[in-house]
């Protein structure tokens, strides 16, 4: 099946950076820079369409284990899946999209009958004299996903071998998958079991054991595919938590009062991370519900915690408003907003405008602030608590 031209084809093997932008984003952590690289309308176009043939055959060509960027599939509901275990072993693969080379697509036969070689080569950009996934691509996760299927199905044999290994009396091992379940507690079970799943490059096991060495060593024996594989695993982000230790993945709290409710929950310190990032935004007199980058924490957020989605929006709705940033209309019609405002305009006597500065700041109890005519601190600056 041929989905680009050759012409498009022949272009891109001539003259390939006139079909990219390519800039740099600031990453989530704040240490150092993320490259872009964002396809001409054009070119992105066709790689929207070869995108939808694999999402119509997702489940044919990566592991169902894999559960990021995958269309129908609930990620939410994957990560409940391991709430409550007695471990977590959580890894990060570093330089994920540059590390996946058209050598080892072309090498995944499952892929072969929807795209062939000059079609993966359009999905493909040259970076360091190498044919490598680009960042901003609609293709690349979806590629990245299927790329990495043969990591997958070698983590998932290792487990089947460890837990036979492990549980030498009951039998051979097995691994366990639906856990999210009131049986869970009633039914008996071996003193190992065990539980992976990767969200593009983060890969995490669950597991039960009475030993850490035994876990320490599923530990090192998963670096060892990961590096096995062509990938190098990020040691800095390379965790193990038992289950007396916060466990946290991809935003979730794993265990905890939301994991007793089987009902994982988006990190209050990512919130906060959101909210100074939009505020930072409208300090420069900006939109940043405009930023695709961070409309896309907004919706993240929105799906799996609607309460503190509605605290993103107050917050940067008020900063806006003090600002003088003109606030959009679909964020005014939500009624918290409404209230935050109005309540606002009431503790400045009836919404008089004042000439004064506007920056916003935390206490040391870490409650926000901004400063605007409300209240009156010990050093005479007027705030309002948000």
């Known amino acids: 099946m041929r989905i680009f031209t050759r012409e498009l084809y022949n272009q891109l093997q001539d003259d390939e950076d006139s079909l990219y932008n390519t800039h740099f984003i600031r990453k989530g952590n704040g240490r150092g820079v993320r490259r872009i690289d964002e396809p001409d309308p054009e070119l992105k176009r066709i790689q929207k369409f070869a995108l939808r043939v694999l999402n119509q055959h997702a489940r044919l060509l990566v592991h169902w284990r894999a559960c990021g960027c995958i269309p129908r599939l609930d990620v939410r ?20 999209y540059p590390t996946v080379t058209f050598d080892m697509l072309a090498d995944i036969p499952r892929l072969r009958p929807y795209m062939d070689g000059e079609d993966i080569r359009c999905c493909l950009r040259t970076i360091n004299n190498e044919q490598v996934l680009p960042q901003g691509s609609p293709t690349s996760p979806m590629l990245a996903n299927i790329a990495v299927i043969n990591l997958d199905n070698a983590v998932e044999n290792m487990l089947q071998r460890w837990l036979g290994d492990m549980n030498q009396e009951g039998g051979a091992g097995y691994l366990i998958w639906e856990v999210a379940n009131n049986r869970r507690e009633r039914e008996p079970r071996p003193a190992y079991r065990a539980l992976f ?10 597991c039960d054991s009475p030993d850490r060495a035994d876990v320490e060593r599923l530990k090192d024996n998963l670096l060892e595919l990961v590096r096995n594989h062509g990938f190098t695993p990020n040691i800095r982000k390379t965790k193990i938590k038992p ?31 959101v909210i100074d990032e939009g505020i930072e935004v409208v300090m420069r007199r900006g939109n940043p519900f405009e930023s695709r980058s961070w409309d896309g924490k907004l919706e993240y957020i929105r799906y799996n915690n609607v309460g503190r989605y509605n605290r993103v929006l107050r917050k940067v ?5 003090l600002q003088g940033v003109e606030i959009p209309e679909w964020v005014m019609a939500y009624d918290e907003v ?16 004042e000439d004064h500065e ?17 209240n009156t601190d010990a050093g005479g600056n007027t705030y309002t608590i948000i």
């Open 77 to 96: 509901e994957r990560v409940m899946q391991h709430s409550g275990w007695e471990w977590m072993i959580s890894t990060d693969i570093k330089d994920f």
């Open 197 to 206: 799943s990767r969200y593009m490059d983060d890969i995490i096991i669950s």
């Open 243 to 273: 289950y007396y230790q916060k466990q946290k993945w991809i935003g979730f709290s794993l265990n905890g009062r939301d994991a007793m409710r089987n009902q994982p929950h988006v990190d209050k310190r990512y919130v906060n991370q």
């Open 317 to 321: 709705a008020l900063s806006m408003h």
């Open 338 to 353: 409404e209230r935050a405002l109005t309540a606002h305009e009431r503790r400045v006597g009836g919404g008089e405008e």
């Open 358 to 374: 506007v920056r916003p700041f935390f206490d040391n109890a870490g409650s926000f602030y901004m400063y605007s005519s409300s």
